[in-house]
């Protein structure tokens, strides 16, 4: 690998745990104060540039599952979907499995299977109204 490319590796994992620490962080606000529209924000700009950057890099696997995590976080945004426990536990599963894949697809150190919580990403995305609940955003 040439010296650029590296360069680029280096600088996409260090901005990607910060977006990372970001979404967690926000996770556990949103978790705190469902009704507090700050997280939601920070969370979908995070998601949304992990997905850009991933893609940048050519890094496919990880684009396409914050891809799925920025959906979902725009129903919230979109007050289409409430935040509770379990919307809560299945971003927080997937923003590990976002670090699994980013250790993996920079330094091959793992088989990361995202089939699952992709799944379970896009089922929540594309079910948001039995989940719905106007009062609680």
Same mark, same amino acid.
């Given at each position: 690998?040439?010296? +650029?490319?590296? *360069?680029?590796? +280096? ?10 620490? !970001?979404? =967690? ?9 469902? %009704? ?6 920070? =969370?979908?700009?995070?998601? /949304? ?5 991933? *893609?940048?890099?050519?890094? @496919? $696997?990880?684009?396409?599952?914050? /891809? ?7 129903? =919230? #945004? %979109? $007050? ?7 919307? &809560?536990?299945?971003?927080? $599963?997937? &923003? ?8 993996? @697809?920079? %330094? ?9 919580? *992709?799944? @379970?990403?896009?089922? $929540?995305? @594309? !079910? #948001?109204?039995? /989940?719905?609940?106007?009062? *609680?955003?």
């Amino acid at each position: 690998m040439g010296d +650029d490319m590296q *360069a680029y590796k +280096d600088i996409f994992v260090s901005e990607s745990a910060e977006y990372v620490q !970001g979404i =967690v962080d926000g996770m556990l606000q949103l978790e705190a104060d469902p %009704n507090d529209l700050e997280p939601v924000e920070t =969370v979908f700009r995070g998601a /949304h540039s992990l997905k850009g950057m991933s *893609a940048a890099m050519g890094y @496919e $696997r990880t684009a396409d599952l914050t /891809h799925k995590m920025e959906s979902l976080m725009a129903t =919230v #945004r %979109n $007050r289409q979907q409430a935040v509770d426990a379990s919307f &809560v536990d299945l971003m927080l $599963r997937a &923003v590990d499995t976002v670090k699994f894949l980013i250790d993996d @697809e920079t %330094n091959g150190c793992a088989d990361v299977d995202t089939e699952q919580i *992709a799944a @379970e990403l896009l089922s $929540r995305t @594309e !079910g #948001r109204t039995a /989940h719905a609940s106007p009062q *609680a955003l």
